[in-house]
Nanobody, 114 residues
Framework: VQLVESGGGLVQPGGSLRLSCAAS????????MSWYRQAPGKERELVAS????????NYADSMKGRFTISRDNVKNTVYLQMNSLEPEDTAVYYC????????WGQGTQVTVSS
């Protein structure tokens, strides 16, 4: 099983990034997918989640209207489009798959700074 995140990096405040998480080794279309993040010195928190078929999404309050989660069950990939980024969004972003088992990716660093 692998969850491989990509797309992180350094961006200026107000900028955008699109994270991707490529999944393999399990039946992707049967799993709800989520993005979490963890900032230095803070606990890991849920950013957004999406149902197995992509029909339902959920966002943390501070991300609503700025972030969009989506998935492609043909490409076995989940995305996180992040707009209007703020320094407070700086964190390591993790991909999570959950059904009867749970899997995590290794994380990708997002740094928002001028």
């Amino acid at each position: 099983v692998q969850l491989v995140e990509s797309g992180g990096g350094l961006v200026q405040p107000g900028g955008s990034l699109r994270l991707s998480c490529a999944a393999s080794g399990f039946t992707f279309s049967s799993y709800a997918m989520s993005w979490y993040r963890q900032a230095p010195g803070k606990e890991r928190e849920l950013v957004a989640s999406i149902g197995s078929a992509g029909g339902s999404t959920n966002y943390a309050d501070s991300m609503k209207g700025r972030f969009t989660i989506s998935r492609d069950n043909v490409k076995n990939t989940v995305y996180l489009q992040m707009n209007s980024l703020e320094p407070e969004d700086t964190a390591v972003y993790y991909c999570n798959a959950r059904a009867y088992r749970e899997y995590w990716g290794q994380g990708t660093q997002v740094t928002v700074s001028s």
